[in-house]
């Protein structure tokens, strides 16, 4: 049998802590980057990845659509590289959360597929397919967060 210690303390969410820390005069423009953030990369790099059954082979058809998605995604510009110009107005602690880096390492892995992306390499779409999926959890995740820090500062303000 084993004893729990009353004292015990539970991790502390490093997100959690950060939004209590942040002036709330900057949650607004804070929420506008992640949402533009989310809606300029997360939403586009997954609008084929939606379409296709987890575990489901990519149809070779949607390709070229796939690749404008990720390397082309926002005015010609890359996913990543649009997602590294609106975190570099975040700060820096919010774009070195868990979140953040995890999207950041799945676009580095789209960007390193992007020969076998453009070859149609079945095994390499089905990788940025789940890797485009990986990005737009991890930056809605961010987003509904500092979205619910916002409401919640708000209802104190009331």
Not at 33 to 57: E, Q, S, W
């Amino acid at each position: 049998m084993s004893e729990t210690s009353s004292d015990e303390t539970s991790a502390v969410d490093p997100l959690a802590q950060l939004l209590v820390e942040i002036d709330p005069r900057f949650l607004e423009p804070i929420v506008d980057t992640l949402a533009m953030l989310h809606h300029d990369v997360g939403k586009y790099i997954t609008r084929i990845a939606r379409n296709v059954p987890a575990g489901a082979p990519v149809p070779t058809s949607l390709g070229a659509m796939l690749l404008k998605d990720l390397y082309e995604t926002h005015r010609g510009k890359r996913a990543s590289s649009r997602f590294s110009e609106l975190v570099g107005v975040l700060p820096a602690r919010l774009a070195q959360l868990a979140p953040m880096r995890e999207a950041a390492a799945a676009l580095a892995r789209i960007d390193a597929a992007e020969p076998a992306v453009r070859a149609l390499e079945a095994r390499a779409l089905a990788q940025v397919v789940a890797d485009a999926r990986e990005v737009e959890l991890s930056l809605s995740l961010v987003l509904r967060a500092v979205r619910l820090a916002r409401v919640r500062r708000d209802g104190d303000d009331a």
